[in-house]
């Protein structure tokens, strides 16, 4: 958006708007721990439920500035320049694009979507409007960074095949098997609202979602870095073998992902919520890169330190990461594609190709046969 009272673009404070803070407010804050940028309004559509207006008006209380409940209104009236997005998943499209048809750029929640078609109307959306558009990701990690550095270096020679073990040791409510005869199945919004208050409420919404769609963006986004290479098959096996939460609504907590990448490459993925008894820290999480000349192997949270002592509270992590800036170094790379109309780390086109491999994966769960991942609406008819 272009206005009269703009500063020249390496010292302008971006307007920011935390749109919708139905799930973790982690992303709102992430991006205002940049000094470039300044949260001025919480918004929210007027139609959404008193609990989704509640959690807004807390964030803005605790920031001291104004919720507003009409979110087009909020953004043109405060000179918004970002649009923060963190939603429930099934939203998260609709209210990305909405901003980006007002010329706003956009900091968008994981996962992208829920249904492919909206990622490719918010594609769409952000090129034709020229925005900036980050899907929010992990890739900015020490040891992410340094992996990726190494095998772009040459160092292993051409990577031809990765694996990621991607397992959180969260817990999703009642163990598997507990659920009484007669007792009526978990409703997926009830028992996320309940979850929000130990942040293992990852798929807010009102349509189950399993772990490939809640958390896959994360190994696919490392691999999508460290390969270049686009995702072109999938093959996945899927089962609800911890959380009854799960089992009820016909989603998964565990998978296992094979994936065919452009180049020759291949990849698999374990992922899964395996429950907090499983690991002393947030889980396990750790990387294999095979390449023509070496290979390298890193766990995600290194580097950390292992904490213990008397009296310690049981959902206390023990292990702690260090030297940890993904968040700020996200929003930093997000400024600088605006001030160098440069691209993002993750664009819009990138989490688009993320949801299809989920989409593909999820299917050949169904089928049994690997799946071809759909490519760009927008391409088939250019």
Request: a negative charge; hydrophobic letters at 40%; proline letters at 5%.
């Amino acid at each position: 958006m272009h206005r009269p009272n703009d500063t020249p673009k390496s010292r302008k404070i971006l307007r920011t708007a935390a749109v919708s803070l139905i799930k973790h407010d982690y992303v709102a804050r992430g991006v205002e721990s940049h000094p470039r940028c300044q949260l001025v309004v919480v918004t929210d559509d007027p139609h959404v439920p008193d609990w989704v207006h509640q959690r807004n008006q807390e964030f803005a209380d605790s920031r001291g500035i104004p919720y507003v409940r009409d979110v087009e209104r909020a953004l043109r009236e405060f000179q918004v320049d970002v649009a923060v997005v963190s939603s429930e998943a099934e939203r998260h499209c609709d209210l990305s694009i909405r901003a980006a048809c007002m010329g706003i750029h956009v900091i968008q929640d994981k996962p992208m979507s829920t249904q492919l078609a909206e990622c490719d109307r918010l594609v769409e959306a952000v090129e034709r409007n020229h925005v900036k558009f980050l899907l929010w990701n992990r890739n900015l990690l020490p040891a992410v960074i340094h992996a990726t550095e190494v095998v772009k270096s040459g160092a292993i020679g051409a990577p031809y095949a990765v694996h990621c073990d991607f397992y959180f040791s969260k817990d999703a409510g009642p163990p598997k098997g507990t659920r009484q005869p007669g007792d009526p199945p978990i409703n997926w919004l009830e028992f996320q609202r309940a979850a929000h208050a130990d942040g293992s409420d990852g798929g807010v919404g009102r349509e189950p979602m399993g772990e490939l769609a809640i958390e896959g963006i994360y190994p696919l986004a490392c691999i999508q870095q460290i390969t270049g290479a686009e995702f072109e098959q999938a093959f996945a096996r899927t089962a609800a073998v911890f959380h009854q939460a799960n089992a009820d609504n016909g989603v998964e907590d565990l998978a296992s992902v094979s994936l065919c990448l452009s180049g020759g490459i291949t990849a698999s993925v374990a992922i899964g919520r395996i429950g907090a008894a499983s690991h002393p820290d947030i889980g396990e999480i750790r990387i294999s890169v095979l390449g023509s000349e070496g290979a390298i192997v890193f766990a995600e949270a290194r580097p950390e330190v292992g904490i213990y002592y008397r009296g310690q509270p049981a959902k206390e992590f023990r292990h702690r990461r260090v030297a940890g800036d993904n968040d700020f170094l996200l929003v930093d790379n997000f400024v600088k594609a605006i001030d160098n109309d440069g691209d993002t780390l993750l664009n819009a086109r990138q989490g688009r190709s993320i949801t299809a491999t989920i989409e593909a994966a999820l299917r050949s769960a169904k089928s049994g046969r690997a799946e071809v991942v759909a490519p760009p609406a927008i391409l088939q008819h250019s």
